[in-house]
């Protein structure tokens, strides 16, 4: 999933780097306002296990990646502002430490990432949680993952200076990662009931806290 340098034109990374830091942003600003909830110790703990569960990757065909990605998780347990800051942490310190997708392309990683993945992952789960909560954390996991492998995928097939154009690198990237989902959300719905059962506090009563409003937002 992480995009390398020199696989995106200038004009490709800059957007993503708009787009990434306009949600950032965002989020800060949300996110202040949510500083004393139970939740904010969470942070650190679910940025440190999604950091450890995204070292795992492995090659799929075009030229990039694949590995589990966490950002639907993040957001049903942390809320969309925080959990666009923990997958920030996550994939800012990955790009920057370990040489884990570019410098100059961490705008799209942040994009695809945290807050595609989280944003997607929240929306679903909000919007299926009423039916089966464990599999609306399913559905969120996959179909997240699946959202932010489009938006590599239409990254790296718009730029020139990748091989390959949108008609391949899309649906690798989206079938790819349409595979790993049905893990990725496994994992998702096996550890939100975990958590559910475990400490409900921290998970069933969370959307009264973190909007009133039904709208999906930062």
């Given at each position: ?41 969470l942070l650190g703990v679910v940025a440190a296990g999604i950091f450890a569960a995204q070292m795992l ?129 496994a994992i998702t719905a096996a550890v939100y009931g975990f958590l559910a059962n475990a400490r409900p ?18």
């Amino acid at each position: 999933m992480h995009i390398p340098d020199g696989f995106l034109d200038p004009w490709v990374a800059g957007l993503f780097w708009v787009g990434s830091g306009a949600a950032i942003g965002i989020a800060v600003r949300r996110a202040r306002d949510k500083l004393g909830d139970d939740r904010t110790p969470l942070l650190g703990v679910v940025a440190a296990g999604i950091f450890a569960a995204q070292m795992l990757n492995w090659p799929i065909p075009g030229g990039t990646s694949a590995h589990f990605v966490g950002g639907a998780f993040a957001g049903i347990l942390l809320g969309p502002s925080l959990g666009v800051l923990a997958m920030t942490a996550v994939v800012t310190i990955q790009a920057l430490v370990f040489g884990d997708g570019g410098i100059i392309a961490l705008g799209g990683n942040l994009f695809a990432m945290a807050v595609v993945d989280v944003l997607v992952g929240y929306a679903v789960f909000r919007a299926l949680r009423g039916v089966h909560e464990t599999g609306a954390a399913f559905v969120a996991g996959w179909g997240a993952i699946t959202a932010s492998a489009l938006a590599v995928g239409v990254g790296v097939g718009l730029s020139s200076a990748f091989a390959y154009e949108l008609g391949v690198a899309v649906p690798i990237m989206v079938a790819g990662h349409a595979l790993l989902g049905l893990v990725e959300g496994a994992i998702t719905a096996a550890v939100y009931g975990f958590l559910a059962n475990a400490r409900p506090d921290l998970v069933l009563g969370r959307f009264e806290s973190d909007s009133p409003s039904p709208e999906v937002g930062l």
